[in-house]
């Protein structure tokens, strides 16, 4: 049943208050058509509990606009959702990236994240190619993506909004990686769930990593505002040799600061008893929060990103298949995914947001069950990289 309004709905019942249901909910294909972002074509879904979101279909379907009840969740910079026939990949010594860089969900990989980085491309077989040379977070999230399907399922007096699409990172003599993606949610629901499938199309092994970069900007994050985490120890931050100079700890957002230098930790995180890892960032002043769930043994690894400088505010929810220190760690731990030809890695991220106190309250404790996190702002950092090839499945790179 369709819970519109305060009121639960047959599929009948809905028929008989519109003629479309588009009137209540839908996904809509659309064009923008200026500036920066001229040419990109966009899915808004509307759930009819105003819950609306954006899909980039020329971004590899990453998720660029957020907001529920006109309060905005997802994060805008200023660079925009950028056409990527603009983005130079290989620009400002692999941090031009960050010229495409926004939105609520930018996804990293297919076959690297993190920092700049040359890796040997032995495995490649071409004597020309040396080395794959990869920018920031890697290639996916500027790639246009092939719209497969779109639109509403009705399952009996259930319907669910989807939207399914292709994205291919490949070259000759190099990785072709595909990453198939669907996004669902519900009429009348306040969340939504993304699937993805990454598949190894070429006959070269080749090498790779996933990243979920969720970004949660103003009001949801604002002076006060709570990260919720099953932290069990935080292994690694960025700004370790200085890390009370800003007075910024892990728990709780400042204000937006002019020369705030980004902040990243990396957490050891728990799991529930089915593997689900919830992380939030809540604003109990507004009384509206935002919760991911991941799965541990997809993504074992989670980093926090603080980007509190003003006209950039925003907090970084971070899943990830590999610590920070990205491809050349995992490959001296013998923790790298290799994939064969039709090999393939799945990974769900489900997205929630949390209206009222009550459900914030309840995300707390849940979370709190699982692990509670450190009371302390700076928690004594631990150094311990706990070994991730057995989550991964990863015995041996040979």
């Not at 399914?164 to 990453?179: K, P, R, S």
Request: net charge negative; aromatic share 10%; with cysteine.
């Amino acid at each position: 049943m369709v819970s519109l309004y305060g009121r639960t709905l047959s599929r009948r019942d809905v028929a008989m208050h519109a003629g479309s249901l588009s009137q209540f909910a839908g996904v809509r294909l659309m064009t923008l058509g200026d500036g920066v972002e001229r040419g990109v074509r966009m899915l808004e879904f509307r759930t009819g509990s105003g819950l609306r979101f954006t899909v980039l279909v020329d971004r590899a379907f990453d998720i660029a606009d957020c907001d529920y009840r006109g309060a905005a969740i997802g994060w805008h910079s200023p660079a925009g959702f950028r056409n990527p026939g603009l983005h130079e990949y290989e620009g400002e010594g692999g941090l031009a990236w960050l010229r495409s860089f926004s939105g609520l969900l930018c996804t990293g990989g297919l076959d690297h994240i993190f920092f700049m980085h040359a890796d040997d491309a032995a495995h490649y077989h071409y004597v020309h190619r040396k080395s794959v040379e990869s920018s920031i977070h890697g290639r996916i999230s500027t790639i246009p993506g092939r719209l497969v399907a779109y639109g509403e399922e009705w399952r009996g007096d259930d319907c669910v909004l989807f939207c399914e699409g292709v994205v291919q990172q490949a070259t000759v003599f190099g990785e072709d990686l595909h990453l198939v993606r669907r996004i669902e949610t519900t009429v009348g629901g306040t969340s939504f769930t993304l699937h993805d499938r990454v598949i190894n199309h070429g006959f070269y092994r080749t090498p790779h990593m996933m990243l979920y970069h969720i970004n949660v900007g103003h009001p949801v994050l604002a002076e006060g505002s709570r990260y919720l985490a099953p932290i069990v120890h935080t292994p690694w931050a960025a700004h370790a040799e200085n890390y009370r100079a800003q007075s910024v700890g892990y728990r709780t957002a400042p204000a937006p600061r002019v020369n705030f230098h980004e902040q990243v930790w990396e957490h050891w995180m728990g799991a529930d008893a089915d593997g689900k890892v919830p992380v939030a960032l809540v604003n109990d002043a507004l009384g509206l929060g935002f919760m991911v769930e991941s799965n541990k043994r997809e993504l074992p690894c989670y980093i926090e990103w603080q980007n509190f400088q003003a006209g950039h505010y925003a907090l970084g929810i971070e899943p990830a298949s590999h610590h920070v220190f990205g491809k050349p760690f995992a490959k001296d731990r013998g923790e790298l995914i290799w994939l064969e030809h039709g090999e393939q890695r799945d990974y769900t991220i489900r997205f929630t947001v949390l209206d009222g106190a009550g459900a914030i309250a309840g995300a707390a404790q849940r979370i709190a069950a699982i692990a509670r996190q450190p009371d302390q702002d700076f928690p004594d950092l631990s150094g311990r990289w706990d070994a991730i090839g057995g989550l991964l499945g990863v015995t041996s790179e040979s």
